[in-house]
């Protein structure tokens, strides 16, 4: 039964039982499913003991016993959806025995066969036994995915490195091993880095965290570090729950952030039951202390049971079921109290677009359909902004025109129909934000020729900058006539009815065709545009605005006024495969707009180019910036490319970001853009990200090359535009 109805965290409701002993299959499931789980993790092969390698039989000789129970115990829909196979944790291919080797080989195959048999839709793995000396191990398992096409293999790694650190209890009671940074030999990141390279990044090789040991406080214990990699599972020892003052079967607090993270991530829980001894510190009655104790919105709790030794084979006990129900339920309870995951998401439809490539929009070559207009106009706050803006621009025009007529700053009185909530004087930083969507305000018909100034919204799709301009002359009384100029026959037409519809006679012309082509026979004051990408100016807003810049009166004003492109450094598994899966070379060259959820960034963004209007002309357009990330962080990591941002100052201090450490709160027409890596790189702990970006320009086309030059030189992505641009 599912967690929680979150759903925002996608598999993550579903939870499983990891059994760690000899057990009954059949009751073992029943159990977990009777307790709320959704899935049991259970040994592959009957026994946990090394298993010699079948020798050749002679004729009339006995074959060995099974090593596995009977597929017939459970249904073939049981076993592929319900239980997943763990692999011997005793097999170890890259041991110097020999026989052991041997008989680990031939155990690896004869148990991925059998879970392949079983149509099992993952397998469990022990981490490599002997870390990073793991060719062999890499090798199986990279046979196995090729062998098992059907079949994803989940490598176990601890969370904190394992060998020999001085251990000490936990808050908890859970072992928590020494603060001092693992060296990369003992660092488990290093060994999955080592197979999952030796796999080349296979989307089906996966890592399952056990998370039962934390590294020692004061260190924060975090599944960040994981968040870029195909992170799948997170095991934790169910004995480490303790119970609180009021009898609740709790976890750390370090623990459950450590599962907050998880739930976030959209990564599945599962608790290692080791029979009945998981249990038995339910006879304890001690409350933990108080930090560690949940809330009294708690889960009811379940009966405390005294155990006696567990029953072998191990099959739980009603006592025991009770105790793994009330973990279950608290497991929901924290599921269902975790914050948001992501991006603010509210329906499925928006978590559709988690870490979904799509192209960049193409807005000049293209037309726009009418679905991506309606997507752009649900964003208020882009549109509330944009009014501020506009309504400061016009303030403006009008206090220039009243300094230059008067040789002083002259106040201006706003005829009656102004709204009084907006000053007329200069600004003092007080001006009121429009954050509240109100009915569409019209100021009085204006002819051009009687405006006191003229607004151009350039590239005016349907219309909502429009109506943005004239409620901005509304609330400021500035008598103004707007033209909305507009390339696609079809948004135009659009505007066609709402200018009958909405009111817009005698205050809107309008203006079908090509800004850059434009040529009004009275220049106007304020030009406004909203031709900006995820990287800013990848939609050619810098090449539309040169060409419409002529028709902006000497000393009038752009808005936006200014943007700059922003890049990070990124590690993202998911994305780099999904993009790798489109095969063609330009798979690596194209750069990804991308809701970006399962991704870590390395880094904190840099501002890359910037663009400012009007431009001095003739402008030029192209760009090279050298940018240097210094990465530290929990350990080495890889990088899979650069996630890009921008920001726009759209005037008088009205600015627009999707930048992480400043987006524009509530904003969300823009997903960030990803510029993917031919080869993922290496990146060391404590090490500098080198990379230069150039904006190209031709006559007919603008795009973008990238080169990695430190810690290890990439080829040139997209050199000359070869495999993506945008059309002039
Ligand atoms: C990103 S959309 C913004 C539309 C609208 N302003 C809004 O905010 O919903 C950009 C619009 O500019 C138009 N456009 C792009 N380049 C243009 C050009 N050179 N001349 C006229 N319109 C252009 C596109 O057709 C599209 O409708």
């Not at 889960?299 to 049971?305: D, E, G, N, Q, W």
Request: net charge negative; glycine share 6%; with cysteine.
């Amino acid at each position: 039964m599912p967690l929680g109805q979150r759903i925002d965290c996608g598999e993550a409701k579903y939870a499983g039982v990891s059994l760690h002993c000899e057990a009954d299959i059949v009751q073992s499931l029943q159990d977990c499913l009777e307790c709320g789980f959704d899935f049991l993790v259970a040994p592959l092969a009957s026994s946990p003991e090394r298993r010699p390698a079948p020798v050749p039989q002679t004729p009339g000789q006995a074959p060995p016993p099974p090593f596995a129970p009977s597929d017939m115990l459970l249904s073939s829909a049981q076993w592929s959806s319900q239980v997943v196979g763990r692999v011997s944790s005793w097999i170890d291919l890259d041991s110097p025995d020999l026989a052991l080797r041997r008989d680990s080989e031939v155990a690896l195959a004869q148990e991925l066969a059998w879970a392949g048999h079983l149509s099992q839709q993952a397998c469990i793995l022990p981490p490599p036994p002997r870390g990073l000396r793991c060719a062999r191990y890499a090798r199986a398992l990279n046979h196995a995915l090729m062998t098992q096409p059907n079949m994803a293999l989940w490598v176990t790694l601890p969370l904190a490195p394992p060998a020999g650190e001085e251990e000490k209890e936990d808050e908890a009671g859970g072992s928590a091993v020494a603060v001092d940074p693992p060296s990369a030999a003992d660092d488990p990141w290093e060994w999955w880095h080592l197979l999952r390279c030796a796999c080349d990044h296979s989307t089906r090789l996966c890592v399952a965290l056990d998370v039962s040991r934390l590294p020692a406080e004061p260190a924060e214990p975090s599944l960040e570090r994981w968040r870029g990699e195909n992170l799948r599972a997170v095991f934790l020892d169910a004995a480490l729950f303790k119970p609180n003052r009021h009898g609740h079967w709790v976890l750390s607090k370090r623990l459950q952030s450590v599962l907050g993270e998880a739930f976030a991530y959209g990564v599945q829980v599962a608790l290692t039951v080791d029979g009945g001894r998981c249990f038995k510190n339910e006879t304890s009655r001690e409350a933990v202390p108080e930090e560690s104790s949940s809330s009294s919105s708690a889960p009811a709790p379940s009966r405390p049971v005294a155990f006696a030794s567990p029953p072998s084979p191990q099959v739980l006990d009603l006592g025991q079921r009770e105790g793994l129900k009330a973990r279950w339920e608290y497991l929901s309870y924290l599921f269902r109290k975790a914050p948001p995951a992501g991006a603010g998401e509210t329906s499925a439809g928006e978590l559709g677009y988690r870490d979904y490539l799509q192209s960049p929009l193409q807005p000049l070559q293209d037309n726009l359909e009418s679905q991506t207009y309606e997507t752009f106009e649900a964003d208020a706050i882009k549109y509330t902004s944009y009014e501020e803006a506009i309504a400061r621009a016009l303030r403006d025009t009008l206090l220039t025109r009243a300094r230059n007529a008067d040789g002083e700053q002259a106040p201006i009185t706003p005829p009656e129909y102004a709204d009084p909530s907006f000053s007329l004087t200069a600004d003092d930083g007080n001006a009121p934000p429009c954050h509240v969507r109100r009915p569409p305000l019209l100021p009085p018909p204006c002819a051009p020729e009687d405006a006191e100034a003229i607004v151009a919204v350039v590239g005016a799709g349907r219309g909502p900058l429009v109506a943005a301009a004239l409620s901005a002359a509304s609330k400021t009384g500035v008598r103004v006539h707007v033209f909305a100029v507009e390339k696609n026959p079809n948004a135009v037409l659009t505007l066609q009815h709402r200018h009958s519809l909405d009111g817009w006679a005698g205050r809107v012309s309008l203006v079908a065709g090509d800004m850059r082509d434009w040529k009004p026979r009275r220049q106007v004051d304020v030009l406004v545009s909203e031709l900006l990408g995820s990287f800013g100016d990848n939609e050619l807003s810098p090449e539309c605005l040169d060409g419409a810049q002529s028709v902006l009166r000497e000393g009038g004003i752009c808005v936006p006024q200014s943007y700059a492109s922003f890049l990070a450094p990124l590690s993202t598994h998911k994305l780099w495969t999904d993009a790798r899966g489109f095969k063609e070379v330009e798979r690596f060259e194209t750069p990804y707009v991308v809701r970006m959820h399962r991704a870590r960034v390395l880094a904190p963004p840099q501002r890359v180019h910037e663009f400012v209007h009007p431009a001095p002309q003739p402008a030029d357009n192209e760009r090279c910036a050298s940018l240097s990330f210094s990465v530290d962080g929990q350990g080495a990591s890889v990088c899979h490319g650069f996630v890009g941002y921008f920001d726009t100052e759209l005037y008088g201090g009205v600015r627009l970001s999707i930048v992480p450490e400043t987006h524009t709160p509530g904003m969300n027409s823009w997903f960030p853009i990803y510029f993917p890596v031919h080869a993922p790189f290496y990146v060391p702990k404590d090490s500098t990200i080198e990379v230069t970006i150039w904006r190209k320009t031709s006559r007919h086309k603008v795009w973008y090359e990238w080169l990695v030059t430190s810690p290890v030189p990439s080829v040139i992505h997209n050199p000359r535009g070869r495999s993506y641009y945008v059309g002039l």
